[in-house]
């Protein structure tokens, strides 16, 4: 597996022309795919930093088919279908098209919720009926702001087998009545390459961010909890989103800078802070 950071031209020109950002010269490393990561890494570069991506997830079928199968089919049984991810979006999608189901054409009983709005945009796009999108994007808070309005229903989750337990925690005590069914699987790269990504890593880079616990996960497997609590004495260790952050800290990393947004202007805000802050820090000063 490479690193590849396809921006550099952006960034050659971005550096010159916005050399104010904190984040102008710093490497920072995304561990995500590219094809969900081009908005963040042109952000970053339009910002003069330099953008690698080392994709430390990556994504297969679930090993039975069936419950999707059978959700998809019963769709109308349902009252809200609560989308998390536009990798959930399109296994649903895809599984509707690959088996000739008709979700799209179904009674109109149901309604769509999603996290955010670009996993709303994929959902509008497939077909689905959006009455909600999250104006806090993570699952817990798209529960909340449903509140009432869940009491009494039946609720589909189509989502990873390694998604944690909180959404349909939450749902729950919202009253609702939830079926999740794994409409994909999350798994390691089997591209990844230790000695490539440790180069990186371990190499001069400003900052790692991170958007799942399975990256967090996937990172512990490949160099240990005692190598990624190391590297916080170096590099700026982000997680995008609670879940992740807690998954750091859950591996001992004290210093954690937390973007509370998924987007990534977020993102951006949140490295653009924390350099800004550590550049104005007396010399050796620790930041959080």
């Known amino acids: ?6 921006f550099l031209k952006r960034w050659l ?19 995500r795919a590219m094809t969900v990561s081009e908005e963040l890494a042109r952000e970053l570069a339009d910002r003069g930093a330099i953008p690698l991506v080392f994709p430390l997830v990556s994504f297969a079928e679930p090993e039975d088919f069936d419950p999707l199968d059978r959700a998809i089919d019963e769709i109308a049984q349902f ?5 998390t991810s536009v990798r959930a979006v399109r296994a649903v999608a895809g599984r509707t098209s690959e088996s000739g ?53 039946k609720v589909l989750l189509p989502r990873s087998d390694k998604a944690n337990p909180d959404l349909p925690a939450a749902l729950r005590r919202h009253g609702a009545e939830v079926t999740e069914v794994i409409a994909y699987r999350t798994v390691k790269p089997t591209d990844v ?5 440790g180069e990186t890593a371990f190499g001069e880079v400003h900052a790692i961010l991170f958007f799942s616990s399975s990256a967090v996960e996937h ?9 990624i609590r190391a590297l916080q004495d170096k590099v700026a260790i982000t997680a995008v989103g609670p879940v992740t952050a807690k998954a ?7 210093r954690v800078i937390v973007s509370a947004d998924t987007t990534a202007a977020a993102v951006v805000e949140a490295l653009e802070k924390h350099f800004a802050a550590a550049k104005a820090a007396p010399a050796g000063a620790k930041q959080a």
């Open 1 to 6: 597996m490479q690193v590849r950071s396809p």
């Open 79 to 83: 009252d809200w279908l609560i989308l």
């Open 13 to 31: 020109v971005s550096v010159r022309e916005n050399p104010a950002s904190s984040l102008a010269g710093k490497r920072i490393v995304i561990t």
């Open 248 to 254: 750091l800290r859950e591996a001992g990393v004290e």
């Open 193 to 197: 390459d230790r000695s490539t990504l």
């Open 101 to 153: 189901r008709l979700l799209r054409s179904a009674e109109r009983t149901w309604r769509a919720a999603c996290v955010g709005p670009v996993t709303a945009e994929a959902a509008t796009l497939a077909g689905f009926p959006v009455a909600h999108v999250a104006e806090t994007h993570n699952g817990v808070a798209l529960a909340q702001e449903l509140g009432s309005r869940l009491k009494g229903t």
């Open 219 to 227: 990172f512990g497997e490949t160099f240990g909890n005692r190598e």
